[in-house]
């Protein structure tokens, strides 16, 4: 019997060694938890530019009507080649992508998604028309406008715009701004 026990005994693991089982085990488990929260983070600056920006509401009428214009404030200056500009319109379940700016004019080819902007040099404006060919740049005092057309989609006082711009080479979001319609 005593020979029994004694085999036991060499199997086993001392306590030293078990609190550094223990101790790795909490290491892996911390890295593990750690990388798929960096992962799954929603962050605004995941690796991309920085940047900060503003916009007033969207007015419903008058010679400035449906138009969205989202101002650099401060940050990071970024090619507007790189950037997408993504529309939804909650109240009116639509939604589009704008791609491949800078543009002259917005042509179907410029955007994917529902058809909710005014085609033609009449539906952009500010750094995301291109006046001097391409090489557009969206920096500090700089702003993309485009306009909802009014045919498609009739905005009303109350509603809401949720407008996010992604910088595409590093697939981050560099903006996200949610507008509301006035009059």
């Given at each position: 019997?005593?020979?029994l026990s004694h085999r036991a005994a060499d199997r086993a693991v001392s306590r030293e060694g078990m609190a550094a089982i223990g101790f790795g085990l909490t290491v892996l488990m911390i890295a593990v938890t750690g990388g798929l929260l960096m992962?799954?983070?929603d962050s605004l600056s995941d690796g991309g530019p920085i940047l900060s920006t503003n916009a007033d509401p969207i007015r419903a009428d008058g010679g400035d009507a449906q138009w969205i214009r989202i101002r650099h404030k401060s940050g990071d200056t970024?090619?507007?080649a790189d950037l997408d500009l993504v529309v939804k319109l909650p109240d009116h379940d639509k939604r589009a992508r704008l791609h491949g700016l800078p543009t002259r004019?917005?042509?179907q080819d410029d955007y994917s998604g529902n058809h909710i902007f005014t085609r033609g040099r009449g539906g952009i404006?500010?750094?995301a028309a291109a006046r001097n060919g391409s090489g557009a740049t969206f920096e500090a005092g700089g702003e993309i406008a485009v306009r909802i057309?009014?045919?498609r989609v009739d905005l009303q006082v109350g509603q809401t715009v949720e407008v996010t711009i992604r910088h595409t080479e590093s697939e981050t979001v560099v903006s996200r701004e949610r507008l509301t319609v006035t009059d």
């Open positions: 019997m005593r020979g992962q799954t983070s970024v090619d507007v004019r917005l042509t404006d500010g750094v057309e009014e045919r």
